[in-house]
Nanobody, 117 residues
Framework: QVQLVESGGGLVQPGGSLRLSCAASGFRRYSMSWYRQSPGKERELVAAISPAGGTTNYADSVKGRFTISRDNAKNMVYLQMNRLKPEDTAIYYC????????????WGQGTQVTVSS
């Protein structure tokens, strides 16, 4: 069983940065992902990372601005978000699964990110 708890969301001005964290238990053999959902839109994949951290994948809209990483020793997954834009505003969810790049069965409760001046 995997339990996921996100933190680090908040209000930031356009161009600013935030780092999201996901505390996970029992996740070392899972691929991990960050998804986001904004009002009226479907949940979308933002970034994914393989179990050992050697492979990553990003949505085109965040490439070059966001970085996903994991620390298996600390059971943590991170999403560093730089040069934030208003369109990045959404609830961000941590996800764990067995198939890299696809949503798995385990979700966190989500953390709100708002980019606004």
């Amino acid at each position: 069983q995997v339990q996921l708890v996100e933190s680090g969301g908040g209000l930031v001005q356009p161009g600013g940065s935030l780092r999201l964290s996901c505390a996970a238990s029992g996740f070392r053999r899972y691929s991990m992902s960050w998804y986001r959902q904004s009002p009226g839109k479907e949940r979308e994949l933002v970034a994914a990372i393989s179990p050992a951290g050697g492979t990553t994948n990003y949505a085109d809209s965040v490439k070059g601005r966001f970085t996903i990483s994991r620390d298996n020793a600390k059971n943590m997954v991170y999403l560093q978000m730089n040069r934030l834009k208003p369109e990045d505003t959404a609830i961000y969810y941590c996800n764990a699964g067995t198939s890299f790049g696809s949503s798995g069965d385990y979700w966190g409760q989500g953390t709100q990110v708002t980019v606004s001046s």
